[in-house]
C-alpha cells in the first residue's frame, strides 16, 4: 500500500521569504507525485506533477519541487512567497500502474505573514 | 466551462436522515472520486468510479453508498447519516490515466447533529 507524509501541519513564514514544505512517500511500486493547493474554501487544483526525466519540476505561481528518490522525497519550494500563497498544500501519490487511486498526505497550512 | 459541479454547498443534517450529494462534470473524463476532507487527515477517498459502470470502494466506505448514473455524473448517498460523517466532501474526475492531474469541485460543507 502507498502512503504520504508531510512532516510539518503548519509552517508560517514571513513575506518574501524561502519556504520548503515536507513530503515523504513510501510505495513498494512506482508512483507519480503531485502538489496540490487548496484556497479557502475551494477545492484543490494541481501545483505541479513529477512524471519521470528531471528530479527538478517547476510548478505555476513560482512553485518548484524535487524529486529524490532514495529518500523518497518530494519536497515543494518557493524563494520568495508572496500573502497570496496562504493555503492549504497537499502532497499526492498515484501508482504508475493503476487507473485509480490517489493517495494524498494529510496537508501542511502555510500561513505568509506580512 | 463548468469543470466539477457539485450541490448542495452546504447541508445540516439530523442523526438517521438520509441525502444525497451529486456531482457532475463536463470535461468527458472517465474516472470520478468522492473524498472527504477533515482537520489533520487530509483528503481521504470514500469511493471511486474507474470508468462508466464501475464503481470501487477507497479508504472509507462504511456508512456510504454511491452511483455512476452515466459518464457525467457521481452520486454520493448517507443512507442514515451519523455525526461522524461531519465533513467537507469533495467530488473529483480525471481523464482516467495515471499521470493525469485531478479536477476537483468546490466541496459541499456537511453537519450532523
Known amino acids: 500500500a502507498q502512503s504520504v507524509t508531510q512532516l510539518d501541519s503548519q509552517v508560517p513564514v514571513f513575506e518574501e521569504a524561502p519556504v520548503e514544505l515536507r513530503c515523504n512517500y513510501s510505495?513498494?511500486?512506482?508512483?507519480?507525485l503531485f502538489w496540490y493547493v487548496q484556497y479557502p474554501n475551494q477545492g484543490l487544483q494541481l501545483l505541479l506533477k513529477y512524471l519521470s526525466g528531471s528530479t527538478l519540476v517547476k510548478g505555476i505561481n513560482g512553485f518548484e519541487a524535487e524529486f529524490n528518490k532514495s529518500q523518497t522525497s518530494f519536497h515543494l519550494r518557493k524563494p520568495s512567497v508572496h500573502i497570496s500563497d496562504t493555503a492549504e498544500y497537499f502532497c499526492a501519490v498515484r501508482v504508475k500502474t493503476s487507473y485509480d487511486k490517489v493517495i494524498f498526505g494529510p496537508g501542511t497550512s502555510l500561513s505568509v505573514i506580512p | 466551462n463548468a469543470g466539477v459541479t457539485q450541490t448542495p454547498k452546504f447541508q445540516v443534517l439530523k442523526t438517521g436522515q438520509s441525502m444525497t450529494l451529486q456531482c457532475a462534470q463536463d470535461m468527458n473524463h472517465n474516472s470520478m472520486y468522492w473524498y472527504r476532507q477533515d482537520p489533520g487527515m487530509g483528503l481521504r477517498l470514500i469511493y471511486y468510479?474507474?470508468?462508466?459502470?464501475?464503481?470501487d470502494k477507497g479508504e472509507v466506505p462504511n456508512g456510504y453508498n454511491v452511483s455512476r448514473l452515466n459518464k457525467r455524473e457521481f452520486s454520493l448517498r448517507l443512507e442514515s447519516a451519523a455525526p461522524s460523517q461531519t465533513s467537507v466532501y469533495f467530488c473529483?474526475?480525471?481523464?482516467?490515466?495515471?499521470?493525469?492531474?485531478?479536477?476537483f469541485g468546490s466541496g459541499t460543507q456537511l453537519s450532523v447533529l
Open positions: 473529483a474526475s480525471s481523464l482516467g490515466l495515471a499521470n493525469e492531474k485531478l479536477f
Open positions: 510505495s513498494s511500486v512506482s508512483v507519480y
Open positions: 468510479s474507474a470508468s462508466e459502470g464501475t464503481t
